[in-house]
């Protein structure tokens, strides 16, 4: 199995603050990542795919970078609704694998 | 807009078969990849498998064995089963619909809490 690995768990910032989070992959996936915000209580949803490419109706702010085995999800400044849980997942060999989630929390 | 829903028991007993129904709306089953994924409570997620249209599946290996998923696109309807459970099992199930040929899960149903208790 591709071992998916996020840094850092849990994060603290406030609004307005560019943040980036880091996804890992324990082999090459090419650029088939994806990710995913989640709040509490409620289902996954679906940010971006294919490392880069925005979903529709996901505003701007959000992007996703790399290729191979590094990755990354940034927010450029953040709003109040997105303080939520970030998940990476790939989608180049199953079993399909998820991170372990970073917490980005208000400061 | 394609919207997914699961349902099925809340509550199953140890040992026995966890039987949950996906059902589509807004859209038709026949096409892309239907999928499950469980998340226990206060942990990560978890894929449990797909399933297309047609009847082809892939199963995590770590629930092979126990895993049986099936697809009815007369009712445009999807289904997981998974037998003898454990507390292991206990978490929020998730249908999702994933889009070949990249496989993300664009569309996800809320999800339905099972408990394993006797």
């Known amino acids: 199995d591709i071992q998916m690995t996020q840094s850092p768990s849990s994060l603290s910032a406030s609004v307005g603050d560019r943040v980036t989070i880091t996804c890992r992959a324990s082999r090459s996936i090419s650029s088939y990542l994806n990710w995913y915000q989640q709040k509490p209580g409620k289902a996954p949803k679906f940010l971006i795919y294919t490392a880069s490419s925005l979903q529709s109706g996901v505003p701007s702010r959000f992007s996703g970078s790399g290729s191979g085995t590094d990755f990354t999800l940034t927010i450029s400044s953040l709003q109040p609704e997105d303080f939520a849980t970030y998940y990476c997942q790939q989608s180049y060999s199953t079993p399909y694998t998820f991170g372990q989630g970073t917490k980005l929390e208000i400061k | 807009q394609v919207q997914l829903q699961e349902s099925g028991p809340g509550l199953v007993k140890p040992s026995e078969t966890l039987s949950l129904t996906c059902t589509v709306s807004g859209g038709s089953i026949s096409s892309d990849y239907w999928s499950w994924i469980r998340q226990p409570p206060g942990k990560g997620l978890e894929w449990i498998g797909y399933i297309s249209y047609s009847g082809n599946t892939n199963y995590n290996p770590s629930l092979k064995s126990r895993v049986t998923m099936s697809v009815d696109t007369s009712k445009n309807q999807f289904s997981l089963k998974l037998s003898s459970v454990t507390a292991a099992d206990m978490a929020v199930y998730y249908c999702?619909?994933?889009?070949?040929?990249?496989?993300?899960?664009?569309?996800w149903g809320k999800g339905t809490t099972v408990t394993v208790s006797s």
């Open positions: 999702a619909r994933a889009v070949g040929y990249f496989y993300y899960m664009d569309v």
